[in-house]
């Protein structure tokens, strides 16, 4: 009996022991950041991978830098001595701005006769500044395939990644509204999808900022503002991503689509930017002016000493992802149905404007307000009710992802949002919302038009319709597009969508001699659209 008390004795000390020991081992180890980052491996103290999730995606720190491919120049006058303009039709201040790559502040400082609020006239004379003579560094520091969230992305999940990581960004949760919280992964994922920007660069720009990814106790400003927008009201993960993905994507689109031709910093002082560069690069180094404290911080933030480096230790030289191109030259848009039934009277409220923002992202959408619903549902509703009508598919496809006020329908139907012509609906309520998995046809119910929207909640009930290709926005209507950027019709039930260069949510749909305006409301037969 003493033998037989003896030996549980002795195997209860082991399987303390060994307790003891498993739970010593899975308490996290203490880390130290050094100045630059380098690629993290699972160690042996990190959870053993399950089998049923996705591996992670190969990475690794690539000695010496791929030679990206050259991009043809862009040919830009450089001319710094201010210019006189002769005002055009259709000119506007914001437009100018646009044109000549600056700001309607500049232009208002060089013209005492304005102000915001003045009225152009066909004509009238004004004073322009002239586009500065430097240059910003030539250096490419990525693809733009590794801006869009592109097919290069493919093998690589976003919430696997993160889950190998020590950083803070692995534990870091927040409350998204009403209640609901998203962890740091799910937030990355949910603006990469909807501003359509590629999450390995916001990763890495998230890690150049504030560490996030391998330092589990960021302190400061990295903690409060990890992506560099030092705004009161910005001091959450989701807004700072959100952010930053519009700075990514204005100078990316800038650049591509809206003759974007210089950077401003916030001493005014302007460079243009240096005609080698491609539209990812423009992007990075856009975020990157808005984000630095100062432009000699800037000058080595665009080195290949600075973001470039902590990129190639997260992920391995970008260039090895590139996608060329993202979009063909020759791209053609399937043919488009109106986003609404037959036989019924819509309204075109807004022309074309950002995908995802207002303004930053490709001025690819177009809003629709549905008709006029009864008093009742307005007298209990307000301006934001649920439409008892319904927005309709305009090709036939399958729908990918539906949540949040957002469907999106894959019209290769492949299953990849990233690939090929998709379709992007927003503000769709959630009560008779068609379901992720659903193939649809032309004239298929989408769901219901609303204000919802997990970050864009609108102020008035419409449908939002967007198109991309390949992950890229395809701009509605884009006369300042660079050469090799397709200028592709947008065009549903024969209307085509036209703009005006550098006037936001201005435009006009035509068919055979007729003109639809863009306009608020339902008392103007200009806006009313039917098929």
Same mark, same amino acid.
């Given at each position: 009996m003493l033998g037989t008390r003896s030996n549980a004795l002795l195997w209860l000390l082991i399987l303390l022991g060994v307790t003891a020991l498993a739970c010593a081992q899975s308490a996290a180890p203490v880390l130290y950041v050094t100045a630059t980052p380098q690629r993290l491996v699972p160690s042996a103290e990190a959870p053993l991978p399950n089998p049923f999730l996705p591996t992670p995606t190969p990475i690794g720190a690539t000695a010496t830098a791929i030679q990206p491919t050259p991009n043809p120049p862009n040919q830009i006058a450089m001319n710094a001595a201010p210019q006189p303009y002769t005002i055009q039709q259709g000119d506007t201040l914001s437009g100018l701005a646009a044109l000549y790559g600056t700001t309607v502040g500049e232009i208002l400082r060089l013209n005492s006769n304005l102000n915001e609020n003045s009225v152009l006239a066909v004509g009238q004379i004004i004073t322009m500044p002239g586009r500065p003579t430097q240059t910003t560094p030539n250096f490419k520091i990525i693809p733009d395939s590794e801006l869009v969230y592109s097919p290069a992305l493919k093998g690589f999940d976003v919430a696997t990644y993160i889950r190998f990581q020590p950083?803070?960004?692995?534990?870091?949760?927040?409350?998204?509204?009403?209640?609901?919280?998203?962890?740091?992964?799910?937030?990355?994922?949910?603006?990469?999808?909807?501003?359509?920007?590629?999450?390995?660069?916001?990763?890495?720009?998230?890690?150049?900022?504030?560490?996030?990814?391998?330092?589990?106790?960021?302190?400061?400003?990295?903690?409060?503002?990890?992506? @560099?927008?030092? $705004?009161?009201? %910005? +001091? *959450?993960?989701?807004?700072?991503?959100? /952010?930053?993905?519009?700075?990514?994507?204005? =100078?990316?689109?800038?650049?591509?689509?809206?003759?974007?031709?210089?950077?401003?910093?916030?001493?005014?002082?302007?460079?243009?930017?240096?005609?080698?560069?491609?539209?990812?690069?423009? @992007?990075?180094? $856009?975020?990157? %002016? +808005? *984000?630095?404290?100062?432009?000699?911080? /800037?000058?080595?933030?665009?080195?290949?000493? =600075?973001?470039?480096?902590?990129?190639?230790?997260?992920?391995?030289?970008?260039?090895?992802?590139?996608?060329?191109?993202?979009?063909?030259?020759?791209?053609?848009?399937?043919?488009?149905?109106?986003?609404?039934?037959?036989?019924?009277?819509?309204?075109?409220?807004?022309?074309?404007?950002?995908?995802?923002?207002?303004?930053?992202?490709?001025?690819?959408?177009?809003?629709?307000?549905?008709?006029?619903?009864?008093?009742?549902?307005?007298?209990?509703?307000?301006?934001?009710?649920?439409?008892?009508?319904?927005?309709?598919?305009?090709?036939?496809?399958?729908?990918?992802?539906?949540?949040?006020?957002?469907?999106?329908?894959?019209?290769?139907?492949?299953?990849?949002?990233?690939?090929?012509?998709?379709?992007?609906?927003?503000?769709?309520?959630?009560?008779?919302?068609?379901a992720a998995g659903t193939v649809v046809q032309v004239g298929s119910p989408i769901g219901r038009p609303s204000c919802q929207g997990l970050y864009l909640n609108s102020l008035g009930t419409h449908v939002h319709i967007a198109r991309r290709y390949n992950g890229e926005w395809i701009v509605a209507d884009c006369p300042a597009c660079l050469p090799g950027v397709p200028n592709v019709p947008f065009v549903m039930s024969g209307w085509e969508l036209k703009g005006y260069v550098g006037q936001v949510y201005q435009g006009y749909l035509q068919k055979e001699g007729q003109i639809r305006r863009a306009e608020q409301g339902r008392d103007d037969p200009t806006n009313q659209v039917q098929w």
């Open positions: 950083g803070f960004i692995r534990v870091y949760s927040e409350d998204v509204g009403g209640g609901r919280f998203m962890s740091g992964a799910e937030i990355v994922q949910f603006i990469a999808q909807s501003a359509s920007v590629n999450p390995r660069l916001l990763l890495a720009l998230l890690e150049y900022r504030s560490g996030w990814i391998t330092n589990p106790v960021p302190a400061g400003d990295a903690m409060t503002y990890p992506m @560099g927008n030092r $705004n009161e009201r %910005a +001091r *959450s993960l989701l807004s700072q991503l959100d /952010w930053a993905a519009a700075q990514l994507n204005g =100078g990316y689109y800038g650049w591509r689509t809206r003759g974007l031709s210089t950077l401003e910093f916030a001493d005014r002082s302007r460079l243009a930017f240096a005609p080698e560069l491609n539209g990812g690069t423009v @992007g990075v180094q $856009n975020y990157l %002016a +808005r *984000s630095a404290r100062d432009r000699n911080q /800037w000058l080595l933030d665009v080195s290949p000493q =600075g973001f470039f480096t902590t990129y190639m230790a997260l992920f391995g030289d970008p260039f090895r992802y590139a996608v060329e191109p993202i979009v063909p030259p020759d791209l053609r848009q399937p043919e488009l149905a109106l986003p609404f039934p037959r036989g019924e009277i819509w309204y075109l409220t807004s022309g074309p404007h950002g995908g995802w923002d207002a303004r930053q992202s490709g001025w690819a959408a177009i809003d629709f307000a549905p008709p006029k619903p009864p008093d009742a549902i307005l007298n209990t509703q307000g301006n934001c009710y649920v439409s008892p009508n319904f927005t309709t598919s305009m090709a036939a496809g399958l729908v990918v992802r539906s949540g949040d006020g957002v469907v999106v329908v894959d019209l290769d139907m492949d299953g990849d949002e990233r690939t090929g012509w998709t379709l992007v609906y927003l503000h769709v309520a959630d009560a008779d919302r068609t």
